[in-house]
Every structure is written in C-alpha cells, then in structure tokens.
C-alpha cells in the first residue's frame, strides 16, 4: 500500500509539475519548428546522444501519459528520418506505453478487479481469448486515444509481453504514418491534416483484419471438421434430442412451441433421473421423514407424545406413488400433445446430422436432422474401492427399490446427496454412518452452513465420520466391514447396507461421441453457446455440466433450443451469473452467486451481513428459530454478490434474492418492500434491514436529532451548532 501511494505521489508530482510550469509548450509543432535548425546541428554533432535523449524523453511523455507524443513523432521524423525516427519512436512508444500499462496495473488493478470482479469476469475471459485482437485493433486505428488504451487495458488480466508486442506492431502503421508526415515539418500547419479521413478509414480497416481472418480460420476449422461427412440435402428433422430428462423435456417443448419439427428420444423413462431416481423420489421420502422427525419432537409442541407405527416398505411405495402422480407432466402422451415426436429407444449420433434410433420395439430408424441436442444425463458414480461389489452397494438409481430398512447404513459421500439420503434413513430408524474423506460435509457450502448441519446431524444420532477415506470392504464372519482411514489409522465400521453417493458422472460413451471426435472432458465439452466442436451439435443438462441441477438443465436447455434452430441467424450465450441451489436437508440450506469461501478464492471484494432467523417472530411461533440469511455485497453498497439461507424454507425464502440478483436489485428494494407478517420470508428484509443499519447515515441522523431538539424547544435552526451545516 505504501509503495502504491508513494507511486502515486510521484506521478501526480510529475504531472502537476509539468502543467504548472507549462512544459506543454516544449511540446508543440511551432516551438520545434522554431527550434528545428538547432536540434538538427545538435543531432549532426552529437547522433547517439540526441538519439538517447529522444528516446528517453519519448518513453517519460508516454509512461506518464503526458500529451504531445504526436508532435514528438513528428519531430522524429523531422529530425532523425523516416527509418531511424520510425525504429525510435516504434520502441520508444511500446516501452512508454507498457511502463502506463504496468503503473495503472500496480495502482489499481487489484482494486478493480476486487470491486468490480462479477462484473469484468466476461471482459476477463474475452481478454484471455481474443485480448491480442482487439488490443491490436485498437492500437491500429487512432481514433482511441494512445494513453487511454496503455491505462485500460492495465487493469485487465491480459499479459504484459503480448500487450508490449501487439501495441509495437499495432502502432507501427500509424508511427510510419506520423514520422512520414514529420520529414515534411515545414510545411506541416497542424495535426489534424495528418490523418486523412481516407487514411483513417485504412487503418480501421487494417486494425479489423485479424478479426476477419479469425472468423475466416474458424470457417476454415469449421469445415474441415465436416468435410468428412456427407451433409444431406434435406432434413428429416430441425432437432433431435438425446435424453428426455429434465434437458431433454425442456429443449424439445421449446422446439415445438416455436413450431420446429423435432424428435425426442430416451432409452429408459421419459423424466430422467429428476423423476424416477432424483429430485421428485428423494423430496417425497424427505417428507415421510420429516414427520417422523416432528413426531419425535412433539413434546417441544406441547404434545406430550406421539409416536408412529409404520412399515418401511408402505413409505417407499409413497415414494412410488408421488413419482406416478407427477410422471403425466413428463408423460409420452404429453409430449406428443405438445407438437414432440417421441421415440423410446436408444438414439445413436451417426454423423453430425443423422441420429440412428434402435427402437425399445426392436425397430431401427435414421433421421436426418439439422441439429442435435445432446442431453444423455448423468449417472452415479461409483469408485474403485476394494470389496465394493463383493459386499454389494446402493446408488441414487436403485435405492428406491429398496423395501426393507437397512438396520445399519453407510453412507458414503457428504454432498448434496448423500447429506439427503443420510438425514432420511437416519429419521426412519436406520443407524446411519455417513462417511467423507474431506475435512467437512457440504464443502460447497461455507464452513459454518457445514458446521451447522453436522451439529444437527450428530443431535439426531448420525455418527458423521469426516476425514474418513474409504479403503476397502470386507465381510468378516457374514459382518460386512468398510475398513477406512482416519489420520493414518485404519477404522472398521460394521454395516448392513451401503449407499455410494460420491458424485455423478456424465453419460460419455456409447452414443457417437467417440466416433465424430466430440471432444469431452468430465463433461461433454461445449463453448458458451453449448456447441460442441460440431457447431450443429449442442450439449445440455448434466451431461454438459458444469452445474447438476434440474433447474439448470431446463435452464440450459433454452439455450441449446433456440441457437440451435435459429443459428446462425441469432445465438445466445447461457448465462450462469444467477444460480441458486437449495439441500434439503433439516435444517434446509440454499445458496445463489458467491459465499465467502469463492469471494475469497476470487478475490473479490465483499461485505457480509447476517440475520439469525432465531430472532424471527414466525420461526419462533413455528418451533424452527434457527438458522441464518447471510448476504455478500459490494462494499459500501446494496448490491447482492450471493445468499446463503441456512434454516426452515430455505429453498424457498431465496427466491426473492434470485429476482434481485438477478434484475440488479438491492438491499435498499427489498427493505422497502412490504413481508407479510408473520412469515419466514420477513427474514429477507430484516438482513436487508441489518444491512441498511450498519450503513446509517450517522451525520443526517445527526443532523435529523439536532432538528428535532430545535423543534421540541422552540429554537430557529440557524441556533443550531455550525458543525450541522458544513458538509
Ligand atoms: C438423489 C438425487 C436428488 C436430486 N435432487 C435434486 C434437487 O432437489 N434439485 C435439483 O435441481 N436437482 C436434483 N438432482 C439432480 C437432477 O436430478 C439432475 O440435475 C437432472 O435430472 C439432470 O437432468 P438431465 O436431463 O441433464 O439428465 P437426466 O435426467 O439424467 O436425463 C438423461 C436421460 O437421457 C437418457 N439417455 C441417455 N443416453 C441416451 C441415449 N443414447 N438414447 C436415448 N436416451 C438416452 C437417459 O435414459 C436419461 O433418461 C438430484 C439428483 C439425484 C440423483
């Protein structure tokens, strides 16, 4: 910090020295037309040192982004020639202009980028792809001041080498064009003749070449990667969608609603995992287990007791029956009704615009289309442990078919999933061990939102075993035995069954992917329009992460709907700045934009402002006065950088944060926004209203009490004292 300011205080020293004794003037075209004969004998005497002496005074003129590198251009040219002014000034210039670059890069660059990091992450990606074309386009067309492009582009991420060498030959044109004009100084009136319009129009027209040959590489890129393929004349299709998922449903109703002709295909049930294995299953059996959970704490409701008689297995078939009653939303019938053609079986890409479809009725057809959107899912992960599949396993695919209750369960994994599915076996009477090799469950989430539920966990007889890495599986004596290691000691834990929820993997393999070249990754790999390397295939859902959630797949899929049937014409870029989640385990935790943890990482600039739900009249009268409404802003401002809801409704209370997030609107709206009372959602407004607390305008309430005391005693104001007025 020191050494920022005392740079600054050099600087601003320099620059007030140079107008307060009017340098400027050394810097005009008259005062080197009136010196021109003397400098030149000077330069004939003595070549090195007026060489060196340009040179210095051409690179302190640009590196602090004084004016008059124009007429010091000219006056190379008038001086040392079209070849030695050009070299100088081309050298001179780079220098100067990268030492601004580096200044406005050491004074402010951590500064901007903290205060306005959400907001330049886009420029920050732009920069690191395609920087070294607009730079260059830039410095080519004069029309940006010389000084404003060193100082900007300072305060982005891209690097200093390519900055120097794209500005030295960026500038080159424009330094030839000067210099030229300046072995001509006599008859030179001023710098507005220099740059002809025509000449401008060149330059501009220079400076988007690189830009043109980009598209055109890409074209070329482009092409090659089809050449292989025979493209059909006509089409079948405007769309085929692999996987009728959350994606898959969302990106075929779009289709159809804007009337194209597409076919959704999916092998197994239309719905996905989000149905049949996901959302809808693990909500349903959540709330079985909720009841059971109030039930044994009836006492604190002033029910002296209550108790539940009930079988495993009905509470499962619930779960089936909650799965059947939404399953029309997502039915064939449905779909169909809606404009979709729907094929079950197995889709195969054969080419970028054929899809081969095997029937479940055992019949083959191939469509020809001219898109397709690829949202084949994803599927538990399962990781090679020793003695995993000798003891047996369970996943998010087949825990629900399960009809007897485990007595003891292991649940490997302490992410969104597995913290679900533990708190649920846990309520309806399982002994539940979760087991996670990290430091804490819920690592996406802040450490206290961990610590909090862990704590909630362990009350209700969980046995949460972190820094616990699985190593292997045994059955000892018909025991089965997951042995695992906890700082460098082996821990046997005894167990009936085991639920591996360690995460989910995309469906990669077995559909085409392989076979044109898609290039995947832990996902398939897409650019911000969710193409994939063949622009007329699109990936969304889980399958093209890099979030596993169904409101992002629908989300996604809006996107990969509508740029892939009106590509090129039109084409969108998902946007992921506003993403909310929610894990629905008691108590409830959601999360939209940064925590503290990824502010952090990021480094980014925040304030944070927490309200304790236990103050809330509603979470008080309900029995659930816990929790917390965390929110990140931008300091010294009602801007939202991210929520964190931890407590009853969690999901539900931060959709009010999404929509101001989202629409830019602040603390200062939500405050002035009228909750019904009593609800949990007043908790939104209290943080608001914490926040708008801590940032009180101490002076006008000063000022506001100060008045007050003068209208209570029947004073003029004018009696009040001066220090009242004076700011
Ligand atoms: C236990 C659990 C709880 C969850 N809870 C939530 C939650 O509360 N909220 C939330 O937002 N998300 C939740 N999720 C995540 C959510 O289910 C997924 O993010 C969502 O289902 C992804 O949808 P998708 O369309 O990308 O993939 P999927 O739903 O997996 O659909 C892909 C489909 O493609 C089909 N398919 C694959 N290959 C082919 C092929 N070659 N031909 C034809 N068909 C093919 C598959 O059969 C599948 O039906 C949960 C997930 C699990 C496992």
């Not at 005392?6 to 140079?18: E, I, K, P, R, Y």
């Not at 959400?118 to 920050?124: F, G």
């Not at 030959?169 to 220099?194: D, F, H, K, P, W």
């Not at 995460?503 to 990669?508: D, M, S, V």
Request: charged share 20%; net charge positive; aromatic share 10%.
């Amino acid at each position: 910090m020191h050494r920022r300011l005392a740079l600054f205080a050099l600087l601003l020293g320099a620059s007030v020295s140079f107008f307060a004794l009017d340098l400027g003037r050394f810097l005009s075209l008259d005062y080197f037309k009136s010196q021109q004969a003397a400098i030149e004998a000077w330069r004939a005497a003595q070549p090195l040192a007026a060489a060196a002496m340009f040179f210095l005074a051409y690179l302190a003129i640009a590196a602090l982004s004084i004016p008059g590198a124009a007429v010091l251009t000219l006056v190379a040219g008038a001086i040392f020639g079209l070849g030695w002014g050009t070299l100088l000034v081309s050298f001179a210039s780079a220098s100067g202009a990268t030492l601004a670059f580096l200044t406005a890069r050491f004074l402010l660059r951590d500064w901007v980028q903290a205060r306005f990091a959400l907001r330049l992450r886009a420029i920050n990606a732009g920069i690191e792809r395609e920087g070294g074309f607009y730079l260059f386009t830039l410095r080519l067309v004069p029309i940006v001041p010389f000084f404003l492009i060193n100082l900007l582009m300072g305060l982005t991420a891209i690097r200093t080498w390519s900055f120097y060498w794209v500005s030295q030959i960026g500038m080159l044109a424009g330094t030839l064009v000067y210099v030229n004009a300046g072995t001509q100084l006599a008859r030179l009136e001023s710098l507005s003749g220099i740059l002809s319009p025509g000449m401008l129009i060149s330059l501009a027209l220079l400076g988007v070449v690189p830009l043109i040959s980009k598209k055109i590489l890409e074209r070329l890129r482009m092409k090659k990667i089809y050449e292989q393929w025979i493209k059909p004349k006509r089409f079948d299709r405007n769309l085929v969608v692999i996987g009728g998922g959350s994606a898959g449903l969302v990106t075929s109703y779009i289709a159809a609603a804007v009337k194209a002709k597409v076919t959704l295909v999916e092998k197994h049930k239309l719905g996905g995992d989000c149905l049949n294995t996901g959302c809808v299953p693990s909500k349903a059996l959540i709330r079985s287990a909720k009841l059971l959970s109030h039930m044994k704490r009836s006492a604190e409701f002033g029910i002296r007791s209550a108790t539940a008689e009930f079988d495993f297995a009905e509470v499962m078939e619930r779960v089936q029956r909650v799965v059947k009653a939404i399953e029309p939303h997502d039915s064939v019938e449905r779909y169909t009704s809606l404009g979709v053609d729907v094929v079950e079986g197995t889709a195969k890409i054969v080419s970028p615009w054929e899809v081969e479809i095997v029937g479940n009725d055992g019949k083959t057809q191939r469509l020809r289309t001219r898109a397709i959107v690829i949202a084949a899912g994803a599927r538990p992960f399962v990781p090679p442990i020793p003695g995993l599949d000798t003891v047996g396993y369970l996943t998010s695919d087949t825990v629900w078919n399960l009809r007897e209750l485990p007595p003891r369960m292991i649940v490997l994994g302490g992410g969104p999933i597995g913290s679900e599915l533990t708190q649920c076996f846990a309520r309806l009477g399982s002994k539940v061990t979760q087991v996670e090799m990290l430091p804490r469950i819920m690592v996406r989430e802040d450490i206290e939102v961990s610590e909090i539920v862990t704590a909630r966990f362990r009350a209700e007889g969980i046995d949460v075993l972190v820094n616990h890495k699985a190593k292997k599986f045994v059955v000892e004596k018909g025991e089965k035995i997951l042995i695992a290691e906890h700082e460098g000691k082996d821990v046997r834990i005894p167990f009936d069954a085991v639920l591996v929820a360690v995460g989910r993997a995309a469906n990669l393999t077995g559909y085409g992917l392989e076979d044109l070249g898609i290039p995947v990754g832990k996902t398939v790999t897409t650019n911000e329009y969710l193409q994939t390397n063949y622009p007329n295939i699109y990936a969304a859902g889980d399958v093209a992460g890099p979030y596993q959630f169904t409101h992002v797949a629908a989300h996604q899929a809006w996107y990969a709907a509508v740029n892939a049937l009106f590509a090129p014409f039109k084409k969108f870029k998902a946007d992921y700045s506003v993403i909310p989640w929610a894990t629905f385990v008691e108590p409830e935790v959601a999360r939209l934009g940064l925590n503290e943890i990824e502010a952090k990482e990021q480094g980014i600039a925040y304030e944070t402002t927490v309200y304790h739900i236990d103050d809330l009249d509603r979470a008080i009268a309900d029995g659930e006065a816990h929790g917390f409404v965390k929110v990140l802003t931008v300091p010294g401002k009602d801007k939202i950088l991210g929520v964190t809801i931890v407590g009853e409704h969690a999901g539900d209370l931060i959709a009010e944060y999404v929509l101001a997030m989202k629409h830019g609107i602040g603390l200062n709206k939500i405050l002035g926004t009228i909750h019904i009372y009593p609800t949990l959602a007043e908790a939104n407004k209290y943080a608001a209203g914490v926040w708008k607390k801590a940032h009180a305008p101490e002076k006008l309430l000063e000022l506001v009490s100060a008045f007050h005391t003068a209208a209570r005693l029947g004073l003029p104001l004018r009696t009040l004292p001066e220090r009242f007025f004076s700011e």
